[in-house]
Each structure stands twice: as structure tokens, then as C-alpha cells.
């Protein structure tokens, strides 16, 4: 049972949801679900850690980037359900449509330089 109950607190909060909805279209990498949620960092690393200790996430590093995929389920027969089946739920919902046709969009390397370029500029105006 604790399985079970592990997936579903995964899955009670609207943006793991969000993830798992934008991973299903593709790999991403933290910054780039940071970007199309628009939430801290840090807290973008502890729902993909939530998620990857329910069995619904994966990750592999490429290089210095470090890309999160949808699990393949073969851990947990609860997680491959639930995956199963968010494929098809909240499609019509418009917050989940809206942060979809982000996805495609979503590019790391020009996220990065926008972020260094940022950080420089405010430290050369002495912030």
C-alpha cells in the first residue's frame, strides 16, 4: 500500500501534474520546466524528486544537462496506471493546453543565456 499512497501524494499537487503532462511530450530539463511554470528553481527539483521516488519520473545526464523523462512504469504498477492514463486526462483543461503548446518552444540554451545575461546585467548595475 505504501506504493500506492506514494504515487497519489505525487500526484495531488497541480504542478507535478504539469510535469507529468509537459514530460509527456518530451524530455525536459529543470530549467526549462522553470521557465514554462514559472516557479523557483529549487522548488521545481523537489516536485522531480517527489516524482522520481513515486516511480513516475526518470532521469539521465547528457553532457552537464540532466533531462527528466516519463518513468516507463516498470516499477510500480500503480505509477505505469496513473501515467497511462494522464496521457489522456486534462487535455481539454485550458491552464494544461496553454502550458502545452509551450513545450515545443522551450529551448535550454537560449533559457541559460537569457538567465547569464540577466545575472550579469545585475551585477553591473550593482545589484
Known sequence: MKAFIRVMKALSDPNRVKIIKMLSRR???VCELQEALGIAQPTVSKHLRILEEAGLVDKEKEGLWINYKLADGSNSPYAATMLGNLK????????????????????RNAICARNKSNQRGGKNNGN
Open 27 to 29: 524530455q525536459l530539463c
Open 88 to 107: 489522456h486526462w486534462l487535455d481539454d483543461d485550458p491552464e494544461i493546453k496553454e502550458l502545452l503548446n509551450k513545450v515545443p518552444h522551450l529551448d
